[in-house]
């Protein structure tokens, strides 16, 4: 089955610094992947969208300058956390469709638990 | 636009008892729905989905779920659950218009007990 892995699976940061969080499809060309963000015992907010080679879509109230995306390959997508602060502790998890499409199903990451002091 | 309820925020049941977790949702457009499993710090499994075709969808792990267009619902079932079942559950729904963006529930939790 499609894979999707996610780098570093829990990170720890001081406040201010940038930390960056990959998701990669293992055996598979991912056209299209999400970024979500999970607080605890709460559901799968979406952040963005991202399309290899083009600029993600963010959802309203994320912001772009803080959260970036880049989808440079088919396999690869990372999310960077800049200047991060305590309040941006949460679970982030990734997403991805095939790029043969159809099914319409997305595949997960085994997330990235951020903590920042 | 689109949305999600999940009425129960958490369901305790015995094991080898029935469950049934509730999902019902809103759209003016056709839809296709699925169902996610959570464990504690992982990421989203899936369950089952619903696409087109019959309206009961067998997942893995014993689940099934029941689309029913006129209640909007898509209801998760199994006949006997096992304390392996605990873990959180999250309906969601993506709108059959060919952008493939998921709206999710608030999730219900399962707690089987002994």
């Known amino acids: 089955g499609a894979v999707v892995s996610q780098h570093p699976s829990r990170v720890i940061c001081k406040s201010g610094t940038s930390v960056k969080i990959e998701c990669r499809s293992l055996?598979?060309?991912?056209?299209?992947m999400f970024w979500y963000r999970q607080f605890p015992k709460q559901s799968l907010m979406l952040m963005a969208t991202s399309n290899e080679g083009s600029k993600a879509t963010y959802e309203q109230g994320v912001e772009k300058d803080k959260f970036l995306i880049n989808h440079a390959s088919l396999t690869l997508s990372t999310l960077t956390v800049t200047s991060a602060h305590p309040e941006d502790s949460s679970f982030y998890i990734c997403s991805a469709i095939s790029g043969t499409g159809g099914s319409y199903e997305q595949y997960f990451g085994p997330g990235t638990r951020l903590t920042v002091t | 636009a689109q949305s999600v309820t999940q009425l129960d925020s958490q369901v305790p049941v015995f094991e080898e008892a029935p469950v049934e977790l509730r999902c019902n949702y809103s759209?003016?457009?056709?839809?296709?729905l699925f169902w996610y499993v959570q464990y504690p710090n992982q990421g989203l499994q899936l369950l089952l989905k619903y696409l087109s075709g019959s309206t009961l969808v067998k997942g893995i792990n014993g689940f099934e779920a029941e689309f029913n267009k006129s209640q909007t619902s898509f209801h998760l079932r199994k006949p006997s659950v096992h304390i392996s079942d605990t873990a959180e559950y999250f309906c969601?729904?993506?709108?059959?218009?060919?952008?493939?963006?998921?709206?999710f529930g608030t999730g219900t939790r399962l707690l089987v007990s002994p």
């Open positions: 969601a729904v993506n709108l059959n218009t060919g952008f493939q963006k998921l709206v």
């Open positions: 759209s003016s457009v056709s839809v296709y």
């Open positions: 055996d598979f060309q991912a056209t299209t």
